[in-house]
């Protein structure tokens, strides 16, 4: 089973702060890694898709990189309503589906 | 407008059974494969089962092989998870997602329901 491990498991950032959240697979999986946003008390949402693709209606400032088994989450000028938790989730053992453990970002 | 809406969820005792049901509107229900993901109350997200467009192939989590069982009725729009043998640790907020392409397993899923919540309690 391919394990994916997220860090840091927390972090606390200002408006307007350039935030990076890491993503490692166990074993290489190419670029099938997808990113999520989740708001407190709400459902996941699909931010990245591919590693590097931002899904359809996602600010600008979110983006996405990496392949292989490091992949990086970016969030350029950290806003007020970015306060969520982030998944990385891999495809590349599909249907199989595995995500990481969550990054919570506060705001300063 | 593009949804998911969970059923299903609430208390049971260990041991016992529960159905779930996810009834999907605005796309077309028949041409997607479908997946559950629960998620235990403060913790991440977990996959659980997967169900394909027209039912040929089911995948599940190794933690809930052989308890659980996942199936879809197109003409209903609808997929249902039925959870049998429940333990403590199966007490989460379960959600059905569904992935953003059709033809392409591979990126990501975009559309979740609210989540139905299932307690597993004495």
């Known amino acids: 089973d391919i394990q994916m491990t997220q860090s840091p498991s927390s972090l606390s950032a200002s408006v307007g702060d350039r935030v990076t959240i890491t993503c490692r697979a166990s074993q290489t999986i190419g670029s099938y890694l997808n990113w999520y946003q989740q708001k407190p008390g709400k459902a996941p949402k699909l931010l990245i898709y591919a590693a590097s693709n931002l899904q359809r209606g996602v600010p600008s400032r979110f983006s996405g990189s990496g392949s292989g088994r490091d992949f990086t989450l970016t969030i350029n000028s950290l806003q007020p309503e970015d306060l969520a938790s982030y998944y990385c989730?891999?495809?590349?053992?599909?249907?199989?589906?595995?995500f990481g453990g969550g990054t919570r970002v506060q705001i300063k | 407008e593009v949804q998911l809406v969970e059923s299903g969820g609430g208390l049971v005792q260990p041991g016992g059974s529960l159905r779930l049901s996810c009834t999907a509107s605005?796309?077309?229900?028949?041409?997607?494969?479908m997946n559950w993901v629960r998620q235990p109350p403060g913790k991440g997200l977990e996959w659980v089962s997967h169900?394909?467009?027209?039912?040929?192939?089911?995948y599940y989590a190794d933690s809930v092989k052989g308890r659980f069982t996942i199936s879809r009725d197109n003409a209903k729009n609808s997929v249902y998870l039925q959870m049998d043998s429940l333990r403590d640790e199966d007490a989460a907020l379960y959600y059905c997602?569904?992935?953003?392409?059709?033809?392409?397993?591979?990126?990501?899923?975009?559309?979740w329901g609210p989540g139905t919540a299932v307690t597993v309690s004495s």
């Open positions: 989730q891999q495809s590349h053992s599909t249907p199989a589906l595995t």
């Open positions: 605005g796309f077309s229900f028949s041409d997607y494969s």
């Open positions: 169900i394909s467009r027209s039912s040929s192939t089911m």
């Open positions: 997602a569904k992935y953003s392409s059709a033809t392409n397993p591979y990126y990501g899923l975009d559309v």
